[in-house]
């Protein structure tokens, strides 16, 4: 079995909507990134990174290659899990923690379960999604911005039937 956790932050600026999750969230502001700006995929990627001991997202996709500059994040996902495969790893199960003050993330919860479940063509069982405010405290109590935080367990892949 192999454990990676990743985390990310992307801040505020500019217009809405934001993308989190795979999904497009309306929101008053958007989030400023190289991508897309999906917080939540980004953290993924780099607990899967980190689970396999591939580096980071960073060094996967610089934000300073054209190629990237406004990348649907779900595309990096796929590519990431490509990788969890090529090292013949399954996924147990997918944890997840976004982290702001707004959008409200409750109501599109089963969405973003739903599309991450689907890119990475695994049972909704294996994905969880959650949700908290710092209420009020900090940088995204300020809502100056939005994290997230994921937390993957992998299993080999000729160990994940028995
Ligand atoms: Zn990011």
């Not at 969230?25 to 897309?36: E, F, M, V, W, Y």
């Not at 996967?60 to 990348?71: K, M």
């Not at 796929?78 to 790893?89: M, S």
């Not at 209420?135 to 997230?148: V, Y």
């Amino acid at each position: 079995m192999r454990i990676g956790q990743g985390f990310d932050v992307h801040k505020f600026a500019g217009d809405g909507p934001v993308k989190l999750g795979g999904i497009s969230i309306d929101c008053d502001q958007g989030l400023l990134a190289h991508s897309d700006g999906d917080v939540v995929l980004h953290a993924i990627c780099d607990a899967f990174l980190g689970a396999i001991g591939k580096g980071d997202i960073g060094v996967w996709f610089p934000d300073t290659a054209e190629e990237f500059a406004g990348a649907d994040s779900a595309r990096l996902l796929e590519t990431v899990w490509a990788a969890v495969k090529a090292e013949e790893y399954e996924l147990a199960n997918l944890d997840v923690t976004v982290i702001c003050q707004k959008p409200k993330i409750n109501p599109h919860r089963a969405a973003m379960q739903e599309r991450i479940a689907t890119i990475l063509a695994v049972p909704k069982s294996q994905v969880n999604i959650k949700a908290t405010t710092t209420e009020g405290l900090g940088f995204t109590g300020r809502s100056e911005g939005i994290a997230s935080m994921a937390a993957v367990l992998l299993v080999a892949s000729n160990t994940a039937s028995s």
